[in-house]
């Protein structure tokens, strides 16, 4: 079945570094990938959506300068944490269709982000 | 506006069936979803529903009634992996997805 590979799954980092999330599509090709974020005991929140070849569509309220989006190929999607801070800290899912907006999403395995 | 409700947390016994409930309010409809996330991991694909009637899936089943912009997810012979949060999702006409919060499964021996 189709496959998302997200990495780092675990990283920690100190208050105003930046830390690159990688997004994978490994067996099929994704012109759309999603990047979501969690808050514990709390349900997935877009943050934005990324297309291939063209800026990302973030979600009102999120800082397009902040959470730095790139799409660069059909299978590589990357979320960039500028200048974090701890209440950045959170768990960040990336996820991919391979198809049409009926197709179901295939998550990456998250990656969680705290920020001392 | 858009929104999806679910029960916040339901408890059931090993070896039975238990429904989760959603209700969807969408601006437009392309189907619904579910999607089934343990504690710490990313959610996984279920089932997707666009027509009206039962989906069967082997343990899982999935409902959908459009005309009452109601969904369940039915899990039948629960075992104890079966405790996870089940998220139901609603694509609108768009093809957005309107997540609801998730309802925790707990299943007790």
């Known amino acids: 079945g189709a496959v998302v590979s997200q990495h780092p799954s675990r990283v920690i980092c100190k208050s105003g570094t930046s830390v690159k999330i990688e997004c994978r599509s490994l067996d099929f090709q994704a012109t759309t990938m999603f990047w979501y974020r969690q808050f514990p005991k709390q349900s997935l929140m877009l943050m934005a959506t990324s297309n291939e070849g063209s800026k990302a569509t973030y979600e009102q309220g999120v800082e397009k300068d902040k959470f730095l989006i790139n799409h660069a190929s059909l299978t590589l999607s990357t979320l960039t944490v500028t200048s974090a801070h701890p209440e950045d800290s959170s768990f960040y899912i990336c996820?991919?269709?391979?198809?049409?907006?009926?197709?179901?999403?295939?998550f990456g395995n998250g990656t969680r982000l705290t920020v001392t | 506006g858009q929104n999806i409700d679910q029960p916040t947390e339901m408890t059931a016994t090993e070896g039975a069936i238990v429904q989760i409930n959603c209700t969807y309010q969408t601006s437009g409809f392309n189907g619904l979803f579910w999607y089934q996330q343990h504690a710490g991991e990313a959610p996984t694909f279920l089932s997707y529903?666009?027509l009206d009637g039962l989906e069967e899936k082997g343990r899982f089943s999935s409902f959908l009634s459009r005309s009452k912009g109601y969904s369940y997810l039915l899990l039948k012979e629960l075992q104890m992996k079966d405790s996870a949060s089940y998220l139901c999702?609603?694509?609108?006409?768009?093809?957005?997805?309107?997540w609801g919060a998730g309802t925790k499964l707990i299943i007790k021996p």
């Open positions: 999702a609603g694509s609108d006409s768009n093809y957005q997805l309107i």
């Open positions: 529903n666009v």
């Open positions: 996820s991919a269709s391979a198809g049409t907006g009926s197709s179901p999403l295939h």
